[in-house]
């Protein structure tokens, strides 16, 4: 069982560290067919690749932030993201028919 952390911003990969998120792989961006059942994936996937995650049977958790819009498009570090409180969430994703 793989425990993923999916980010290209290396202000997320230092704010988790900094909070003791164990981390097996590391990766800017996730093939969702390397994810196996069992697997935790960490990060901030766009929705849809969040759903073959969690239809692979693993675990997605997102990193979630309240970000302004005035900070929108720039780069933040570990010490602004605990600012704005960012946090891990648990979301069980499903891909439906309209």
């Known amino acids: 069982m793989t425990i993923w952390f999916v980010s290209r911003h290396p202000g997320a990969v230092a704010w988790a560290q900094r909070q003791g998120i164990a981390v097996d792989r590391q990766l800017a961006h996730l093939d969702p067919q390397q994810v196996a059942a069992g697997d935790t994936v960490i990060g901030t996937l766009p929705i849809n690749l969040a ?48």
Do not use: F, K, N
């Not at 239809?55 to 933040?76: M, N």
């Not at 605990?82 to 499903?94: F, K, S, T, W």
């Open 51 to 98: 759903a073959e995650v969690c239809a692979r049977g693993a675990r997605y958790y997102h990193l979630t932030l309240r970000l302004p819009s005035a900070l929108r498009g720039t780069e933040l570090d570990a010490d602004q993201l605990e600012q704005l409180g960012a946090c891990i969430e648990a979301y069980l994703v499903e891909r439906r028919s309209p």
